[in-house]
């Protein structure tokens, strides 16, 4: 069955801009998460092995008798930096990688009017490699700086804790907007971040209030998919203890933990995915109410072929 396309480019108010969102995944969904999980095959199996790698280090510290020594091994240290250095770098490259794929897959929606093909998405990321690059590195340092401002107010009662949220939101939906303004309209790294701050603080309230709005309802998301993995672990953990089973140096136990560790790092990484879903949503809303192009390209069609 043929699955309706969703239009974008309209200028549309709040409400049907998060409804636009949640329309394009009713349809999508099968089609992009299946395009998701083939980038995102070595990602997943890194992930694993990270999470493998955390959990059985974790729980080799854990077993340690701290007051005499006892088994002090040095391998579980290794297991567990080794995991931790790997699922930074896996989550970091990931994460980079979906705002790419995310941000192509709406751009293509868009121009085939909904007929993506995987090639045409991998072809738009190589084209913009280059500006890929510069973008994350000025994130980084966007970042970085956010961390340090961050935690300045972090000591002020309630307004640091709303400005922390405020400040996030707002480097999200500039990373965000950035990365659909360099796919969509293939504009350079210079004038995709300007009109990615343009687009952010010109419209402030919407962009802050669409993020919060989909922040939450994405999170919700990752709590549904991590519903039937946490209540595994939760009733294997209980029922682990009213036995008395050793949970520190079991098998299967690190198995449940390390699948469950795994689980929400993959479900974290996909809600940033269609976190950025939700940005090139918004982009094509924004460009038009400042822009006006699809509209008047529609008028200007009225009476050709008659």
């Known amino acids: 069955m043929k699955q309706p396309y969703i239009e974008f480019r309209n200028r549309s108010g709040f409400g049907d801009i998060i409804n636009n969102y949640f329309l394009f995944l ?8 299946s395009l998701y999980l083939r980038y995102n095959t070595i990602s997943i199996i890194l992930t694993l092995i990270s999470g493998y790698l955390l959990v059985t280090g974790f729980m080799g510290l854990a077993s340690r008798d701290f007051r005499f020594g006892m088994g002090n091994n040095l391998d579980t ?9 790997i699922l930074f770098l896996v989550v970091f490259v990931t994460s980079l990688i979906n705002y790419s794929f995310s ?17 045409s998405i991998w072809n738009h990321i190589i084209k913009n490699i280059g500006n890929i690059i510069i973008l994350i590195v000025v994130g980084a340092a966007m970042y970085f700086v956010y961390l340090i401002i961050s935690l300045m107010i972090s000591f002020i009662p309630f307004l640091g804790f709303i400005a922390q949220y405020g400040m996030s939101f707002t480097i999200s939906a500039i990373f965000g907007l950035t990365f659909m303004s360099m796919f969509s309209n293939n504009n350079g790294f210079s004038n995709a971040i300007s009109e990615g701050f343009s687009f952010t603080f010109n419209n402030f309230l919407k962009v802050i209030g669409y993020g919060l709005v989909i922040g939450i309802l994405n999170l919700m998301i990752t709590a549904l998919i991590l519903a039937i993995p946490g209540f595994i672990i939760g009733i294997y953990t209980y029922f682990s203890v009213e036995s008395n089973v050793d949970l520190v140096g079991n098998t299967f136990a690190t198995l449940i933990f390390t699948l469950g560790f795994a689980m929400f ?26 822009h006006n192009t699809f509209l008047q390209g529609k008028i200007n069609q009225i009476g050709v072929n008659e």
Do not use: D, M, R, W
């Open 26 to 33: 009713k349809y999508n969904f099968k089609q992009y998460s």
């Open 265 to 290: 790092i993959l479900s974290f990484i996909f809600t940033q995915a269609l976190s950025q879903v939700a940005f090139g949503v918004l982009y094509y809303n924004l460009y038009e109410l400042k």
């Open 103 to 119: 941000s192509a897959y709406v751009t293509q929606y868009v121009l085939t009017n909904g007929k993506v093909e995987s090639k």
């Open 77 to 85: 240290e290794i297991y567990f930096f080794a995991g931790g250095i």
